[in-house]
């Protein structure tokens, strides 16, 4: 398409230009009555224009009394920056930083001086674009921009704090896997010439939702530790999520994993030694040690004692599938940062949009899905649709989750009601008066779009919804509805397509104004954690007729299912008690979300304070 010269219509400029052209194209002497709005229009643009990094931060300290105030401490200046491809870098002498979270960057800071063996090395320009080159990653500065334009959300506030640790992490990254240079020799040869630099890896199971729940609990304690995170490639998630350390890489090859997994003690093995060592019969001298049972960190893993023992240990292995980085707050050393550094609750929120950021590959998907099925909406609604057990569940249960999804969103008014028939007995009931009222020409010249995104196996929901919507003429509020459903592959798959495809839909619904997911599902928490959104949760237990269709959630955080809600510990002052009678932002997860199982969940003092929706 060939250039155009002219000047483009004054509706489709941009504030800043029409304010512009206003000013320009016109030699005349302006009358008052032309300048007056112009001024008027500056004073409201002006504070846009001078709005520094602190708003933020004045925004949470109004919001959340533990935010630090103007007079704590400020951290001292570091004259590094982040790539050209990320958001401009935090600037540290801007931010107050409460005591614990000066303490924790100091930490990060200390370990990378350690590990380089003295100052920083320089990461120069020539360095950050050959990085940048091999590893673009365009979701670093598009994705928070589809996040402002929801028309019904506001995009959660952003975390100034978090930033700086997270920047503060990835230079201890490049640090670390820089100067080890070859970490399979370096491991082979158990080596443990450079203190500073110690290794965790990350091994996962099951569908995406999963890995990325376990991911993100790996990496908090990895930030906490100061532990360098590496993953497997067989995970299939380096293929679709983009390299997060600048000039670092957390890929582990095939053949090291292997060799890490043969030499590893086991996570038993690591108890026992500690037991022998506290007994005085036998010192802890471990090289490489699993931590997990598969799911999960074992209960003794949230004591201080043995955090202090695994500080002695180069190597690391995590196992699991849940999303258990919350529980990092039950431990008395890692407690007083974290709370401090997340002050309003919202914490997976900021690990995914840091750390989970789809390949350009997948996010020119998303952008595809957005700009033909999405954008042209004036609200979206994204629903999730799992049957945990398959195809024979779905046969069993596909008519009741249809007709509670339907009950669910006329009921809380998250989709508008069809309008009846004139001859339907109901259809004088006052909440169908618009009914009597026909389209008009104006109506369709431009409607009020809503549009459905639906995720899930089985086209079921989209045939009862689409037969329902297709089927009448009209709404109660003259909202026109469409569907969408991109996929329907009935069995979950496993491998780089299919992980690169749930990506796309999980952002896609993350983009929602309103979304209703299934309990217990990791694809449904990763997407409402992407968007910070406050789900519904579509009921599966009940009989039909019951009363409950859906449940609103606690907050943005999803739940930590299986959670172990005991200390046991042996040799800590904690003892054997339940971690949400001493913390009072741990709550039992729904029931409609847990069922008979349990969970616990991270939540605000009040739902409001994680409701970004606009009213």
């Known amino acids: 398409m060939m250039a155009s010269n002219h000047t483009p219509p004054m509706a489709k400029q ?31 643009l002006l504070p846009l224009f001078i709005q520094s990094s602190d708003s933020v931060n004045r925004f ?43 303490e924790l960057v100091e930490a990060i800071r200390e370990a990378t001086r350690q590990a380089w063996g003295g100052d920083p090395v320089p990461y120069s320009d020539e360095e950050k674009k050959k990085w940048e080159e091999t590893n673009p990653c365009r979701a670093r500065v598009e994705l928070k921009t589809l996040y402002s334009q929801r028309k019904h959300m506001r995009d959660v506030p952003d975390n100034e704090q978090w930033n700086l640790v997270f920047e503060e992490y990835g230079k201890l990254h490049r640090a670390c896997t820089t100067r080890v240079g070859d970490l399979e020799k370096y491991f082979k040869s158990e080596n443990s010439s450079i203190p500073a630099c110690k290794f965790v890896v990350a ?92 799911w ?103 008519e009741l989750i249809n007709d509670r999804v339907t009950r669910c969103v006329w009921e809380n008014k998250l989709l508008p ?16 008066a618009k009914c009597a009222e026909k389209l008009t020409a104006e109506d369709h010249k431009h409607p009020n779009i809503t549009k459905v995104l639906i995720a899930s196996l089985f086209l079921g929901l989209h045939d009862h919804l689409n037969d329902i919507y297709l089927r009448h003429e009209a709404t109660t509020t003259k909202e026109s509805v469409g569907l969408i459903q991109l996929t329907h592959e009935k069995i979950q798959g496993s491998g780089v397509e299919v992980d690169s495809q749930a990506l796309v839909e999980m952002i896609s619904l993350s983009m929602s104004d309103v979304l209703i997911v299934t309990p217990s599902s990791t694809f449904g928490g990763v997407a409402q954690a992407y968007g910070g959104l406050i789900p519904w949760f579509i009921e599966y237990a009940k009989k039909k007729g019951e009363p409950d269709q859906c449940e609103k959630g606690l907050g943005i955080e ?32 729904l029931f409609i979300d847990v069922g008979d199982g349990y969970g616990m969940q991270m939540v605000p003092d009040k739902r409001e304070d994680h409701d970004f929706s606009i009213h």
């Not at 991911?215 to 532990?227: K, P, Y």
């Not at 407690?335 to 989970?356: C, G, K, N, W, Y």
């Open 296 to 398: 999960k960190p074992e209960p003794r893993f949230w004591c201080d004692t043995e955090q202090n023992y695994l500080t002695r240990i180069t190597w690391l292995t995590i196992d699991g599938c849940l999303l258990w980085a919350h529980k990092l707050w039950a431990i008395d050393m890692f407690r007083p940062a974290l709370e401090a550094l997340f002050p309003d609750r919202i914490v997976f929120t900021r690990i995914l949009r840091s750390l989970m950021l789809p390949t350009n590959p997948v996010w020119e998907r998303v952008l595809h899905v957005n700009e033909v099925y999405l954008r042209n909406a004036n609200k979206q609604v994204g629903i999730q649709v799992r049957f945990l057990n398959g195809e024979k569940e779905y046969t069993a249960k596909n």
């Open 203 to 294: 091994e996962t199971h099951f569908g995406l939702g999963n890995k990325i729940y376990h991911l993100s609990s790996v990496f908090m304690f990895a930030v906490v530790t100061q532990r360098i995170m590496l993953i497997p490639e067989t995970t299939s998630v380096p293929a679709v999520v983009c390299e997060p350390f600048p000039g670092s890489s957390w890929k582990m090859k095939p053949r090291f994993y292997e060799q890490v997994k043969k030499a590893r003690k086991t996570s038993l093995q690591f108890y026992d030694d500690v037991d022998l060592d506290m007994n005085k019969t036998s010192p802890l001298e471990t090289y490489a040690s699993a931590i997990s049972n598969v």
């Open 60 to 102: 949470l300290r109004a919001r959340f009394p533990s935010f630090p105030s103007e007079e704590e401490l400020t951290l001292e200046n570091d004259t590094s920056s982040a790539p050209k491809s990320q958001a401009p870098p935090v600037d540290p002498g801007s931010i107050k930083l409460p005591k614990p979270v000066k």
């Open 14 to 44: 941009s504030v800043a230009k029409r304010v512009k052209a206003s000013l320009t194209t016109t030699t005349r002497t302006p009358t008052i009555g032309k300048v007056l709005p112009l001024f008027c229009l500056g004073l409201f």
């Open 558 to 589: 999803p739940c930590f299912l299986g959670a172990n809600i005991h200390y046991s510990c042996k040799y800590d002052p904690p003892g054997y008690q339940d971690v949400p009678d001493l913390y009072p932002y741990f709550k039992s997860c």
């Open 417 to 432: 009601e069809v309008c009846p028939s004139k001859k339907d007995p109901n259809f004088n009931d006052p909440k169908y």
